[in-house]
């Protein structure tokens, strides 16, 4: 009998509305649930395989990566994990249920398995608003801060820059001086735009843009830095990789997706790394069920003194895999102190 049992299952879950960006629009979130099961004691963990396209691999590669890491645990292989190779969001789904039954069974909340020096009661987190028109942005900024976000990334980059300065100033008029604001322009700018943006945006007070300029660019980036705003580097990671980044001296700050990355220990290593060449890890959503959610939490809980996190993004989607252990409160994200993941009851028979 092989120790271990990989169980998956699909699910798609449709947001609440789509969410427009500059490289494209995500209205539903395919994937599959996975449950892993230790044959001596019945112990199970849980995660979650959500791929995105241009993130991640697509939905067969990733569903034939589970295959393989299903038949690698059935024939007790010694790295499992080996079998889902490349396929990032199937590698996250298979690690962060070994991880979810590890820390379950030493009754230690996932994040402090990672760090476990660390207790950690919140994270601070951003408000995802999507590139809508300038109505819109202004409505979900305003509701945002009403629930208690302290912080509003905004989606930019699907119109001119003129008009994306103008949404920001509608916005910053809307919230008041107080408000973090940032904006991801997801690659959408040339060099000139984005410095005209940058420039813009240093008179509102905006604190970060995320990926200005298309992935490939390092020198740009690099450039675009010291004039007020930050730049934070999120497809750009996936692209170069942290020595490279680090070399340019491209950011600010990183985005790292445990989806994108391939998991919450992959993740954490390059956040350590980064923050030990003084650059800012930011830990985000690529818009998950409430598994892969989770995991994000507790990555970001297990980093010290963490700046606001794109992981309040469970409001986005209209339907989810099982109630969310995670409370959002003044701007935070209140983290789960239950043994593992804290997730349950997410897969009813
Ligand atoms: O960071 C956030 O606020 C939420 C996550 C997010 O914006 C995102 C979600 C899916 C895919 C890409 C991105 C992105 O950061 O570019
Ligand atoms: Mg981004």
Redesign the pocket.
Known sequence: MSRYDLEYRPFSLSLVEPLE?ASGT?DSRDGFLVRVTRADDGAVGYGEATP?PG?TESLADCEAALERAQAAFDSEEDDVLEAVDEAVAARYGVSLALADLEASSESTPLYRYYSPDALVARVPV?A?VGDGSTEDTVAAARDAVERGFGCC?L?VGRRSVDADVERMRRVREAVGPEIELRA?A?GAWNYEEALEAVEAFDDLEVSLV??PLPAGALEGHADLRGRGVGIGL?EGLLEHGVDAICEAQAADAV?L?PMALGGLDIAQQVATWVDQLGVTPLV????DGVVARAGAVHLAASLPDPPAC?LA?GDLLAEDLGRDPVLFENGAAVVPQAKGLGVEGVWAE
Do not use: F, H, M, S
Not at 284 to 287: E, K, Q, R, S, V
């Open positions: 960006t995500i995105l993130w951003n995802t990334k989606k991801d997801n995320e990926q999120d985005v997706k985000t959503t690529t818009i794109g993004t």
